[in-house]
Nanobody, 119 residues
C-alpha cells in the first residue's frame, strides 16, 4: 500500500517562508512525477508545481520566482520551498505522485496540509 505523507504546513505572516515535505512509502517500483497542488476555500484544486524524475519542472504563474520544488529520488520525497508568502497563498496543499508499484502506474494523493498566511 503506497502512502504519501505531507508535513510542514502552518501559519505564517505575509512575506514569510514555509517548507513543505512529502514522503512516499510502500511498495514503490518507481516514481515518475511528483507535484504540489492547492485548494483554497470555494475554489478548485490547482497545480502549484510539478517535477518529473528527470527534473523537468513547471510552476503556476502565480508562484514563479517565489516557490521552489525539489525532489530527492533516493528518499522518494518532494519538497516545496515557499518564500515571500502572500495571503492568497492560503490553502490546503496536497502532494501528488504518479507511482509504479509492479506493472501499473497509479496516481496517489496525500491527505493535505493547511497553509495559512495571515498577520
Amino acid at each position: 500500500q503506497v502512502q504519501l505523507v505531507e508535513s510542514g504546513g502552518g501559519l505564517v505572516q505575509p512575506g514569510g517562508s514555509l517548507r513543505l515535505s512529502c514522503a512516499a512509502s510502500g511498495s514503490i517500483f518507481s516514481i515518475y512525477a511528483m507535484a504540489w497542488y492547492r485548494q483554497a476555500p470555494g475554489k478548485q484544486r490547482e497545480l502549484v508545481a510539478h517535477i518529473t524524475s528527470g527534473q523537468t519542472i513547471n510552476y503556476a504563474d502565480s508562484v514563479k520566482g517565489r516557490f521552489t520544488i525539489s525532489r530527492d529520488n533516493a528518499k522518494n520525497t518532494v519538497f516545496l520551498q515557499m518564500n515571500s508568502l502572500k495571503p492568497e497563498d492560503t490553502a490546503v496543499y496536497y502532494c501528488y505522485a504518479r507511482i509504479r508499484e509492479t506493472t501499473a502506474w497509479r496516481d496517489y494523493w496525500g491527505q493535505g496540509t493547511q497553509v495559512t498566511i495571515s498577520s
